[in-house]
């Protein structure tokens, strides 16, 4: 993990070592749950902040396979509007 500069670093040494994303994923509840906390006592204009738990692995999953069927050449590994957007551009550019 010290090696690692981005999250997408972390992401692919993550994939390559089951057991590293089950122990960063537990390591990392606590202040996801400290964070959380904090969020559910604030208010913007008398209406409180809400917060959610995030997607499962088969929700992620699910979701792709929706957005395939829309587009095709859109991939998990397209994960930010820059990737999407360098996508169109080579498409239609």
Wanted: hydrophobic share 35%; glycine share 2%.
């Amino acid at each position: 993990m010290s090696k690692c500069g981005t999250i997408n670093e972390i992401r692919k040494t993550a994939e390559e070592n089951s057991t590293l994303k089950v122990d960063l994923a537990a390591s990392l509840q606590a202040p996801i749950n400290l964070v959380c906390s904090v969020f559910d006592r604030q208010f913007l204009k008398d209406d409180p902040f809400k917060t959610f738990t995030t997607a499962s692995e088969t929700e992620m999953e699910r979701f792709w396979e929706m957005i395939q069927l829309v587009d095709d050449s859109v991939t998990n590994e397209d994960r930010t509007a820059e990737h999407i957007k360098q996508k169109v551009n080579k498409e239609f550019g």
